[in-house]
């Protein structure tokens, strides 16, 4: 179905084309030159020490746990109110997910005391999602790891260039995983990184995403090394410089692309924070975010009638999404169920609707106008 009104639409024009035209023309398109420049100015956009490429965000997820020390039998407390990919890093490890509740209605990310309730002697590690670019409570939240002891991975796929008393997200926790997928803030089709400021984390996470090898086939091909070793059991995890070069065209454009994204956001809060039937998470937010989703959540509702509204919208011609169906739901996660009222509320009633940075004022009143008539319907 072609809808009318997308959930995202990608901002990319001439500048992405002649970026990988040029870079198949160099005939270099694997790992190299455009590799190293997306990183270092990635990381320095964010004031991160130090980035690494990586082929998506799952890898990068899988990466900042083995690297923080997650083993067998470890347990990592997660949200559930996430993408799987998030949680599925933990099993790759063969660690257990614990997941964690969501602080409110209003505020969709990871609870700081359900997590402390959740802490036993095999929690190793705590994994936090910024949903939508709106950061979780990042000073309880390192409070309780130094407390604890415990190592704490973002997974800010949401949150390019989020603010947080100061930092950007991504850069507060022991180590920030982000994603390049083409719905995502900065798109380049399939792609990720992940940004420390911790120089051993670093300089393991460049060798064992590319097969524990101690030297690179860019080093090679220009001769400043000739043979090389395989010091651990690495993977193939490398972005390539096509994707590199598009992602450099993306960090040009992220910052006005993000204030467009803003305006949009306060034009639907305008538009919707009087109605007592809906409620806006993140409402009074006061730091700049990504805006990555424009969720709402429906008041004394059920799956069925968010469902319902859901259709009307797209009879309209408007696409909407859901985040997240919560994954202590999922069928392989069974095992490691546990009851979170607040994030199972949040995943049958929450809508997400369009939002990109071309998104015009017309649009969003079109969109308000159908969701607030729909949901009255089916109120009655
Ligand atoms: C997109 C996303 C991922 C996965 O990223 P990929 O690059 O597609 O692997 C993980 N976590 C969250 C919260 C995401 O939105």
Not at 103 to 117: A, G, H, N, Q, V
Not at 268 to 286: A, G, N, Q, T
């Amino acid at each position: 179905m072609d809808y009318k009104i997308p959930l995202f639409d990608l901002n990319f024009d001439e500048a992405e084309e002649a970026a990988v035209l040029e870079t198949i023309r160099s005939k270099w398109i694997s790992t190299g030159p455009k590799t190293a420049e997306f990183e270092n100015k990635f990381g320095a956009l964010l004031g991160a020490e130090y980035a690494v490429a990586l082929s998506n965000c799952t890898v990068a997820l899988h990466l900042a746990l083995k690297l923080v020390g997650v083993m067998e039998h470890d347990e990592v407390i997660c949200p559930s109110l996430t993408f799987v990919a998030t949680c599925n890093a933990i099993r790759y490890l063969d660690a257990v997910p614990v997941f964690a509740d969501i602080k409110s209605y209003s505020d969709l990310t990871i609870d700081p005391e359900d997590i402390e309730r959740k802490i036993t002697s095999k929690t190793k590690a705590i994994v936090v999602m910024h949903y939508g670019g709106f950061a979780c409570d990042m000073v309880r939240i390192m409070e309780i790891a130094k407390k604890y002891e415990l190592k704490v991975v973002e997974d800010a796929c949401h949150g390019p260039l989020s603010e947080y008393n100061g930092k950007k997200l991504g850069t507060i926790g022991d180590i920030g995983c982000f994603s390049f997928f083409s719905n995502k803030n900065i798109s380049t089709g399939e792609g990720g990184m992940l940004v420390t400021n911790n120089e051993t984390y670093f300089e393991r996470a460049k060798l064992l995403r590319s097969h524990g090898m101690t030297t690179m086939s860019f080093d090679r091909a220009r001769g400043h090394s000739t043979a090389y070793d395989v010091v651990e059991l690495g993977f193939n995890y490398r972005m390539d410089d096509i994707r590199a070069a598009i992602g450099l065209v993306q960090l040009d454009k992220i910052k006005m692309d993000l204030e467009k994204r803003a305006a949009i956001r306060k034009v639907y809060v305008e538009l919707l924070k009087d109605r007592d039937d809906i409620i806006i998470p993140f409402e009074d937010y006061k730091e700049f975010s990504s805006n990555y989703i424009f969720p709402i959540v429906l008041k004394n509702s059920t799956f069925t009638k968010r469902d319902k509204v859901r259709e009307k919208l797209a009879e309209a011609g408007v696409q909407t999404s859901i985040h997240y169906p919560a994954v202590h739901r999922f069928s392989i996660y069974r095992d490691y169920y546990s009851s979170l009222p607040l994030s199972e509320y949040i995943c049958d009633n929450e809508i997400t609707l369009p939002m990109y940075s071309s998104l015009s004022t017309e649009e969003i009143k079109y969109i308000t106008n159908n969701l607030i008539k729909a949901n009255y319907e089916y109120s009655i």
